[in-house]
């Protein structure tokens, strides 16, 4: 039914209609967000059985790690821990969803400290991919404490209700990694951040604890409207509010400066412990000593941190460690030149030469893995450019290649150019082979004559055998003549035949009728 009562409210149809009106109005520049109800959906409520999740989890933690170690280098016990926290994680899930919840469980969430480009995304987005569930990456820098200005904590939630297609269980035990955590500290030693980096973290709190946050957010005028037309058509309110109890906080930053208040406490640490707190100080593994404490100091809420009971400490990547991720890794950067090349028809060739240069020149970035990229990019754009319009199939990456790439591809052009002129001028030949077989006469092309060919194919794109037939088109007829008045049967092709062929050709005609005349070969 679609005609309003007079006087009394419009029906769903027209109140979908004015809806829209009145977006298209507000929201002039479109209204991506907005999206009609489809009344043959159903209406999402408590008793629809189309919300039922079926989680199944059953993987061991050195399962985990065996996943992790084809795509991720070194970070042995990062890998591990992540693992053990994981698997307590989703085995509890999976016991709460079977009815079965342990009793005072405490959420293994799990905060990653390590310079940047060691691999701590990787290793939470390999691990949603291994399990399955939605995941969501944030910023923290992103975040404020009210919502207005910057972004809502809560977004994150109602982002990880999106990549659940609207699945309200299925974001329920979903991964939530946010990056760049250090940066919301609130330390005296971090200016700028102090208020509102406290009130991120206090906002976060509530998240990682258990909350319900709205699929809609309240400063979402779209959602809201749209909230509003589903519960008149369906009569209910639908059900819109995801849980955050069984979500997976992974939090991470660089932390610069962190070792430093680290170093603090252990140099003062007690007499006893002097000779290995010194030892410890001097080696990379003073971030495993890190302590709540230290967190404290550096400028986290204790009830914050305390939130995030697994630590990992991700150490920085050598040469050794990025050669290893080029040659070994699943993940690797080459395998994306490697079919980016192949695109074109294009097969490149990586020696360990020049894999471990590229290495070498990623380390000099500081920036872990990332600097791979970054180095691959340098190396190999004008490869990418040039060689798609060339008849280039393959070339070798060596050290010398990684280190001089635009000598190594005008290297490479060059030869390729050889190579054609040598398989062009043995056209040319072949052309001369079929000449004789086909009309008995034998001709032969001068080296200046041959090269000349050559040129002409390679400048207009012909091919070789269609330009010689075209020039010497009448050449059969003229030498046959030729022979019939002097007997002569082998024929000297020269420039002047290549650049003017039916000139040259009438003149070894007319000349073979004059007895004194010489021999045009």
């Known amino acids: 039914m679609t005609n309003s009562v007079p006087g009394g409210p419009p029906s769903p149809e027209e109140f979908q209609r004015q809806l829209a009106e009145l977006m298209r109005q507000t929201f002039p520049a479109g209204t991506s967000g907005f999206t009609p109800p489809n009344p043959a959906r159903g209406g999402g409520g408590e008793g629809d059985s189309a919300g039922e999740v079926e989680f199944a989890f059953n993987q061991k933690p050195r399962e985990v790690k065996a996943y992790l170690d084809r795509f ?21 899930v999976r016991l709460a969803l079977e009815g079965q919840a342990q009793p005072n469980y405490a ?27 939605p995941f969501v990456k944030g910023d923290a820098t992103k975040f404020s404490e009210t919502g207005y200005v910057g972004a809502d904590v809560e977004d994150l939630v109602r982002e990880l209700f999106r990549r659940a297609n609207g699945d309200v269980k299925r974001a329920q035990y979903g991964i939530i990694y946010i990056d760049e955590i250090d940066k919301i500290a609130a330390s005296v030693n971090h200016t700028g951040r102090d208020v509102s980096g406290r009130g991120v973290q206090t906002n976060l709190l509530k ?19 749209q909230a509003m037309m589903e519960m008149t058509q369906r009569g209910r309110k639908p059900v819109d509010v995801i849980n955050t109890k069984h979500i997976l906080f992974i939090v991470s930053g660089a932390f610069p400066g962190f070792d430093k208040v680290v170093r603090k406490r252990l140099r003062e640490a007690t007499i006893g412990f002097a ?27 204790p009830e914050f941190i305390g939130r995030l009971p697994v630590r990992v400490y991700c150490h920085p990547l050598s040469v050794d460690d990025l050669f290893t991720i080029l040659k070994t890794s699943e993940g690797s950067i080459i395998r994306q030149y490697e079919q980016t090349f192949a695109a074109y028809g294009i097969e490149v060739l990586f020696r360990d030469d020049g894999l471990r240069r590229i290495a070498e020149l990623a380390n000099e970035e500081q920036t872990g893995a990332r600097g791979l990229m970054t180095v691959c990019e340098r190396v190999f754009r004008e490869f990418k450019y040039e060689l798609p319009s060339t008849p280039v199939k393959r070339f070798v990456v060596t050290r010398d290649l990684v280190d001089q790439p635009m000598p190594a591809l005008a290297k490479l052009l060059a030869e390729h150019a050889q190579e054609e002129r040598v398989v062009l001028r043995q056209l040319v030949n072949d052309f001369a082979e079929r000449f004789a077989k086909d009309h008995g006469i034998q001709i032969a092309f001068t080296p200046a004559a041959a090269d000349r060919l050559v040129a002409l194919a390679t400048e207009t794109g012909r091919p070789v055998r269609d330009l010689c037939a075209e020039r010497f088109r009448d050449y059969q007829f003229g030498l046959k003549l030729i022979t019939q008045n002097t007997g002569q049967r082998e024929f000297q092709l020269d420039l002047d035949a290549v650049e003017s062929p039916d000139e040259t050709l009438s003149k070894w005609v007319v000349a073979s009728y004059r007895p004194a005349a010489p021999d045009p070969a």
Request: negative net charge.
């Open 207 to 225: 998240l990682m604890e258990e909350t319900d946050v709205p699929a809609r957010s309240p400063n979402d005028i779209a959602g809201q409207l």
């Open 107 to 133: 959420k293994q969430n799990v905060i990653l400290v390590g310079p940047t480009g060691v691999g701590k995304t990787y290793l939470v987005r390999s691990i949603a991919d291994l399990i399955g569930v």
């Open 275 to 301: 000779a290995r707190t010194a030892s410890v100080e001097e080696s990379n593994e003073v971030m495993a000593c890190a302590q709540t404490r230290d967190f404290i100091e550096f400028g986290f809420e």
């Open 72 to 92: 991720v280098i070194r970070q042995e016990e990062a890998k591990k821990v992540l693992s053990v926290a994981l698997c307590d994680h989703y085995h509890h």
